[in-house]
């Protein structure tokens, strides 16, 4: 079955940098578009960055020059580098795949960005 597990999240200060690391198993990887989302507290879960079997990506603008997707397909694993956080980005991050019309998710990553 499809497995999402996401890590790498943690306390950091603002100004600084993170790597997610989302592990996955249970479909062939390489074939499929990988997602971030995230979701503060009460709102609705938020897309933000999507990345192609080969690579090629795309960020929304809140995000764009301060995180970046990719992938690595050998190691069916996604990653998310985050630069310059800001307190508003402390929230929980979430992969997700989407395979014969379901959508995937993993339990999550708590980012949390404060002095």
């Known amino acids: 079955q499809v497995q999402l597990v996401e890590s790498g999240g943690g306390l950091v200060q603002p100004g600084g940098s993170l790597r997610l690391f989302c592990a996955t198993s249970?479909?062939?990887?390489?074939?499929?578009?990988m997602r971030w989302y995230r979701q503060a507290p009460g709102k609705e879960r938020e897309l933000f960055a999507t990345i192609t079997g080969a690579s090629i990506t795309n960020h929304v603008d809140s995000v764009k020059g301060r995180f970046t997707i990719s992938r690595d397909n050998a190691k069916s694993t996604v990653y998310l580098q985050m630069n310059s956080l800001k307190a508003e980005d402390t929230v929980v991050y979430y992969c997700?795949?989407?395979?014969?019309?379901?959508?995937?998710w993993g339990k999550g990553t708590l980012v949390t960005v404060s002095s």
């Open positions: 249970g479909f062939t990887f390489s074939m499929y578009f």
């Open positions: 997700n795949v989407r395979k014969v019309g379901m959508n995937y």
